[in-house]
């Protein structure tokens, strides 16, 4: 079996505007992917095409979750959905005003066998698959540290009262409900503490020991780097590195797409330095270890965002 | 939803109400009696169709501001189908059954004949107003929100001219007149006879029930949940496998097949339909008894119901008498700026209708399923749709 997903020259304009510039790359079954990328870079546009919410300009995309191997281009979402890929959004998409087990429910509309006259004679099968359904949702609930338990009640809440790192967890509850062979995470850590961070990226792992694929964009590095299997980094809506974590937050090219140029250069020239001083020879007074298409840094670069990523 | 249990027993409270009434009410006399069958079944056609629409407007989010055609649908239907060819029907089904006196065509009504025909009339005008709704739905539901209210204004507008002024069919201005009631013997001498008075109203609680059960039935499954998806959030429900065109289709033609029932219910009531009852202030006002009493939730609009077809009834009964009094002529459209007032003050003070529905959650308590703390997560036990 090869990839669960494959996105082959994948693009996508918005009339002069190219948000994502033919992009190849793949999702392993079982693994925990990652896409990365500074603001802008196209990201969430990628998982905008992958479940068919815009249509691509052109390229590829190619889903083996299923039975058969499936174009997903030119499906619509709910047709997606039924492919068993489910997502979250960036921002949070719950149905604020019904309660917490309902927005659950909700994610169980694919896996539904009732026909509706099944439904409007309330027959016993039909009441069967509901039960086993609210129980179903229950227990996807405390699976995503939800407690669902009587005493507290949390799910007769409407979805609005939750604290907003709950409402990530509820969203990826009702993403869990469909059944998903391919689950998309935008941003599932946005607006968390590092806590509930902490948490998540447990969630995660054990979403995965599931034998769900996850793919997901995030710009927590933490969480990005501690658990993907594989990382993709988007930059200016073109694919400028793909590798082991370890390897991505090496390249050059990914450094200086989040830190700008002039911290880049800087860094390979420390590294330049540091690898000639370990052979004997002098340092060059001039080094050009970075991406060869970078342009020359303006003196008012930007400076690094965060220390995260300076060894 | 799980809500049900408190909800269900309030409307078969409500239900079995609305079946004792004419029988409490009698014990204040004729006229008393005569003055609230009419109340009572005036308020079951706002129920009824208020209901019908909430299915759509409420559940589903997609305002409808020409509920009346379908309704004026369901009634034409029935009253052309019933005296065609000099209540031909009628006579179809008088030649099979025995004709029966005294206490036995009460027990046996269903073998009525006028009923029998009014139970034929039924699907065929359910089945003309889905398939009415099916063709207005099929090019404007992709719309979004606001061009499909026009859109739907629009039609009642077309669809009151076509019946006005389509004469060879639907009679025009006139309209259709002496449509038979709904059992045989309703028409006999003009006595106060329970049954004969009672018949329509018990009809109207009947079918009232029926749409309440079809209502509560369909939301509390992945059909209602569906609707709510795409209500609450259009990107949410596509992205669970809602396939949103559909589902306001499902909404649409449920509401178009309750309105249809709806029409029947009016038609028996009055035994006549003409133009003027497709008056746009009709639609405005089921439209009303949904925003009163909550949108989507199917106790509050039951006593939106309740509240605007009591107070439409008791005004247009009250208002001649009270202007006799006071020596001045109040003019009939007093009640139309009464219900405006009435709006804006519960838009103020209830913006979210008498009984929203999250206050029925929260008051209602989730029904509880056991064992729940031993279910696993299924992750591959109830399978997929292939």
């Not at chain 1, 800087?266 to 020879?281: D, F, H, Q, Y």
């Amino acid at each position: 079996m090869g990839a669960v997903l494959e996105l082959r020259g994948l693009t996508k304009h918005f009339g002069g505007v190219k948000a994502v510039q033919s992009v190849d790359m793949k999702v392993e079954p079982g693994s925990i992917t990652a896409l990365i990328g500074p603001n802008g870079a196209g990201k969430t546009t990628c998982f905008n095409m992958i479940t068919g919410h815009y249509v691509p300009t052109a390229g590829d995309l190619i889903y083996r979750g299923g039975e058969a191997e499936e174009r997903l281009n030119g499906l619509r979402a709910d047709q997606i959905a039924k492919l068993r890929i489910a997502r979250t959004f960036q921002n949070i998409r719950l149905c604020p005003e019904q309660t917490v087990l309902d927005n659950v429910r909700i994610g169980f509309h694919t896996r539904s066998r009732s026909a509706p006259w099944q439904v409007l004679l309330n027959t016993p099968s039909f009441r069967a698959e509901e039960a086993e359904m609210t129980a179903s949702a229950r227990a996807f609930l405390e699976f995503v540290g939800l407690d669902a338990s009587q005493e507290t009640g949390i799910e007769a809440l409407l979805a609005d009262s939750l604290p907003y790192g709950d409402k990530r967890l509820l969203e990826i509850a009702r993403a869990l409900a469909s059944n998903p062979s391919l689950l998309l995470l935008d941003e599932p850590a946005a607006g968390m503490n590092p806590q509930e961070t902490e948490t998540l990226m447990d969630l995660i792992r054990k979403v995965r020991d599931h034998g769900i694929t996850v793919f997901l964009i995030e710009h927590d590095m933490k969480l990005v780097m501690e658990i993907s299997d594989y990382v993709v980094v988007l930059d200016h809506g073109e694919k400028i590195a793909e590798g082991k974590p370890a390897e991505v937050r090496e390249n050059p090219k990914v450094v200086a797409a989040y830190l700008g140029q002039e911290e880049s250069d800087r860094r390979s020239e420390r590294l330049t330095k540091v690898k000639l001083e370990e052979s004997g020879a002098d340092p060059a007074p001039e080094t050009s270890a970075s991406g060869g298409e970078a342009t020359e840094a303006s003196p008012d670069a930007v400076d690094g965002p965060t220390d995260e990523e300076t060894p | 939803m799980t809500l049900p249990r408190k909800e269900t027993r309030f409307l078969l409270i409500a239900l079995v109400a609305l079946l004792l009434l004419p029988f409490a009410t009698m014990l204040l006399g004729d006229r008393a009696w005569l003055l609230s069958l009419s109340v009572g079944s005036y308020c079951l056609l706002y129920m009824i169709n208020a209901q019908a629409l909430n299915v759509q407007v409420g559940m589903t989010g997609l305002l409808n501001l020409g509920p009346i055609a379908f309704v004026g649908l369901g009634a034409y239907t029935g009253a052309l189908m019933l005296t065609a060819g000099d209540n031909a029907l009628i006579g179809f089904y008088a030649g099979f059954v025995p004709e029966l006196s005294g206490h036995l065509r009460w027990v046996l009504f269903f073998l009525d004949p006028n009923f029998l025909a009014y139970l034929t009339v039924i699907p065929v005008a359910i089945v003309l107003s889905m398939l009415l709704s099916l063709l207005l739905g099929l090019p404007t539901l992709k719309l979004s929100g606001d061009y499909f209210a026009i859109v739907t204004l629009g039609f009642a507008q077309i669809f009151y001219l076509v019946v006005k002024n389509e004469a060879w069919l639907t009679k025009g201005s006139a309209g259709v007149t002496d449509v038979p009631a709904l059992f045989s013997f309703c028409t006999g001498p003009n006595r106060i006879e329970f049954f004969s008075h009672t018949a329509h109203y018990f009809f109207g609680v009947a079918v009232l029930a029926v749409c309440l059960y079809v209502v509560v039935r369909l939301r509390d499954s992945y059909l209602g949940r569906g609707l709510l998806a795409v209500r609450d959030n259009e990107l949410a429900a596509q992205s669970n496998g809602v396939n949103v065109a559909k589902y306001r289709m499902l909404s649409f033609m449920v509401f178009s097949a309750l309105a249809a029932l709806g029409g029947v219910a009016m038609l028996a009531r009055a035994k006549f339909v003409s133009p003027n009852d497709l008056n746009f202030m009709e639609s405005i006002l089921f439209l009303c008894c949904v925003v009163l009493g909550g949108m989507g939730s199917v106790r509050g609009v039951l006593l939106g119901g309740i509240a605007l077809g009591a107070l439409g009834e008791v005004m247009r009964i009250g208002l001649p008498v009270v202007s006799e009094t006071i020596g001045y002529e109040i003019p009939a459209q007093v009640r139309y700026v009464l219900f405006g007032m009435i709006l804006i003050l519960v838009m103020r003070y209830r913006p979210n209708g008498i009984l929203p529905v999250a206050a029925e959650e929260h008051a209602g308590g989730l029904e509880k399923l056991g064992a729940h703390r031993d279910a696993e997560p299924t992750f591959f036990k109830l399978g997929t749709k292939g």
